[in-house]
């Protein structure tokens, strides 16, 4: 039996017109984006589809919308027979992951989703901080630099040749002029509203760690790879020990598909808009066998060829 691994990308991955083709090929997908509505009061289904990308990009509408349109297509695939033996996602896609594996409701994430949105909105203002992703460079030359410098921290460890550095805005302009003479070959600067994963959101953090003992998690029915860690998480309890050091915490994401990749996996399926992972993927093992679900037609498609 094929080892089949779930992957939930994060923000960055959005588009506008994600979720178009969902409630004609699955209708239950209307019943989803109305549950959505209710909780985080505004139109999710259309600023999916119809966007304006300024609307959609915004972190307290772009959260939830991105665990929607993840849930709808994990939730069609489940409903024909395809489960994963394990489950990751990066930053936000972890709440995704935990979705698939049964963690925790649609309801309750999409509450506890709305709140870090917030949250990291609100703390994001305050501290004026951006992030941005390091290309060409080694791992060891980037905390060599960072660590150098007061405000400026590694943070999204994605895959060989590409590390997100995190902090304030000013701080992450000297950095950009260190790490090129260093020898990186781009940095790039990341639509985002806060030095994400940084001690810089320490009091989001804090806050949202309250927030999350409000909720009961159960054990998950398959081992998530949680981004604190890398490694596999097996109780409710140590993955929401885990999540509450996401937010002010690196992502380990290389090591966490080097956990699967390890472990035998066979397959694993980036479910959500975009193909991010599959292309972080391919630097960890070139030929790693990732396939995308980004629509309904997609996941069809999939159906098919694993149950002919």
Partial sequence: MKKIAFLYPGQGSQKVGMGKDFKELYPPA???????????????EKICTQGP?????????LQPA????????TKFIKEKGILPSAAAGHSLGEYS????????????????????????????KKEKGTMAAVIG???????????????????????????VISGYREKLK???????????????????????????????AERFSSFLDKFDFK??????????????????KKIKDNLKLQMDHPVLWEKSMKTLLQDGYHLFLEIGPGNVLQGLMRRIKK??????????KQALDLVTTLNP
């Fill in 174 to 204: 000297e950095a950009e002029e260190k790490l090129k003479k260093e020898g990186a070959k781009k940095v790039i600067f990341l639509p985002v509203s806060g030095a994400f994963h940084s001690p810089l959101m320490k009091e989001a």
């Fill in 30 to 44: 209307e019943e989803i984006f109305d549950k959505a509505q209710k909780i985080v009061e505004f139109d999710v």
């Fill in 97 to 124: 992951a935990l979705l698939a594996a049964e963690v925790l409701d649609f309801p309750a994430v999409l509450k506890i989703v709305k709140e870090r949105a917030h949250l990291m909105e609100e703390v994001g």
């Fill in 66 to 73: 991105l665990v929607t349109i993840s849930w709808i297509l």
């Fill in 137 to 163: 460079l080694s791992t060891e030359k980037i905390l060599e630099v960072c660590n150098k410098m007061e405000g400026v921290y590694a943070v999204n460890f994605n895959c060989p040749g590409q590390v």
């Fill in 219 to 236: 054990d998950p029915i398959c081992p998530v790879v949680t981004n604190t860690t890398g490694e596999y998480a097996t109780s409710g």
């Fill in 53 to 61: 990308e300024g609307e959609l990009i915004k972190t307290s509408n």
């Fill in 287 to 296: 030929k790693a066998n990732i396939k995308g679900v980004e629509s309904i």
